[in-house]
């Protein structure tokens, strides 16, 4: 049985993971319009990912005899000057969700709520890989440069990462 501050907490992290689902879908979106089809293929699997991150939670909760709401989500930014901003924002992202993991972990430790403790260590690994992934599609960026034909290159690089997801 869940308390209802883990619940509280819980159901702020479900509407996190459909914001972030969003956020990377309407990064999708923008790539999409700039050409950059590689980006777009990789934000709309992570688009998708986020969802099952959120999907994990919602049964979680309502499992342990709780009720997942969905509140009301955030509209993401649409506007973006280039690339670079795309993925130094998800890597941004990534950490404050990180924040958000820590926080509930140690809010389920607090309250002795092993159970919850045990089932956000999933999340602890996950946020470890996300961070890793965005930090390293940032520094590629960095080293080949996002003008002309770097654009080009990092593109590909992305698609790459589609393959291992
Ligand atoms: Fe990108 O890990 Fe969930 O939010």
Partial sequence: ?????????????????????????????????????????????????????????????NETGAMAIIGAINAPPHQYESVREIFLRTYEHECEVTRCINELAHTAFTEKDYSTFHFLQWYVSEQHEEEKLFKGILDKIDMIGFEGKGLYFIDQEVAKLVASM
């Fill in 1 to 61: 049985m869940l308390t209802q501050t883990m619940v509280d907490k819980l159901n702020d992290q479900i509407n996190l993971e459909f914001y972030s689902s969003n956020l990377y879908l309407q990064m999708a979106s923008w790539c999409e319009a700039q050409g950059l089809d590689g980006c777009n293929e990789f934000l709309r699997r992570h688009a998708q990912e986020e969802m099952e991150h959120m999907q994990k939670l919602f049964n979680y909760v």
